[in-house]
């Protein structure tokens, strides 16, 4: 069945540094694929998405390319802020199908 | 305007009682969705309505029971809370199932 793996965390970088959270999914045909962020004490948000490969999601700084080659979309930002603090959820939708998230990934960014 | 709203936001209450979490969405979406959040952040879906018909019932116990008196409004009632049911609950909703979700800020219920 559908799935989605995300790297585990927590992840804890220096404000300014470079951040990836490794995504990568598996699914017959030609899934969706979004980022979502949850910051402290709140709901989940759309951060962005991807409806075909080769598409590229942008947002607030972070981007993610949908491979399907390496059924991927890793989430990176070139320079993180304290305010990136949050946990990141990779998930897929297929048509017809239920949306599945990953496990989260918990970022927490020091000044 | 809030887009999906859930009330309570905080929910204690001793092992045994019985709550009721309610959840409304001005989208004009037609699928609705109950998620559980424990503490290591993990989602497990737990419901899912489209127009106001339950489509996915995923392993919850019975106690667990969802109402959608129509498609803007899912509510969850819990009977004979237990320990175990502490969590943050989710409302969610979507225009179709495979469409993006938008969640409701959660009620974080506290079983003492």
């Known amino acids: 069945g559908d799935s989605v793996t995300q790297m585990e965390g927590p992840v804890t970088l220096s404000e300014e540094a470079f951040l990836t959270i490794n995504c990568t999914y598996t699914?017959?045909?030609?899934?969706?694929l979004f980022w979502y962020v949850q910051y402290p004490g709140e709901g989940l948000q759309l951060l962005l998405k991807?409806?075909?490969?080769?598409d590229k999601g942008s947002n607030k700084g972070f981007e993610a390319t949908y491979r399907k080659e390496t059924t991927s979309f890793h989430l990176e930002k070139g320079s993180v802020q304290v305010s990136d603090s949050a946990v990141y959820f990779c998930?897929?939708?297929?048509?017809?199908?239920?949306?599945?998230f990953g496990t989260g990934t918990s970022l927490t960014v020091i000044p | 305007d809030t887009a999906v709203s859930q009330t309570p936001k905080y929910l204690v209450t001793q092992m045994g009682n019985d709550k009721s979490i309610k959840c409304e969405q001005n989208?004009?979406?037609?699928?609705m969705y109950w998620y559980k959040q424990d503490s290591k952040k993990f989602l497990k879906i737990m419901f899912s309505y489209n127009n106001k018909e339950l489509i996915i019932n995923e392993t919850v116990p019975n106690r667990f029971s969802p109402k959608s008196p129509d498609k803007a409004h899912l509510n969850l009632h819990i009977n004979s809370l237990e320990l175990g049911d502490s969590a943050v609950y989710f409302c969610?909703?979507?225009?179709?199932?495979?469409?993006?979700?938008?969640f409701g800020p959660g009620t974080r219920l506290t079983v003492l």
């Open positions: 989208l004009g979406h037609d699928t």
């Open positions: 998930a897929l939708s297929h048509t017809g199908n239920q949306f599945y």
């Open positions: 991807a409806t075909k490969a080769d």
């Open positions: 969610a909703s979507s225009r179709q199932a495979y469409n993006e979700q938008f």
């Open positions: 699914a017959t045909g030609y899934p969706s």
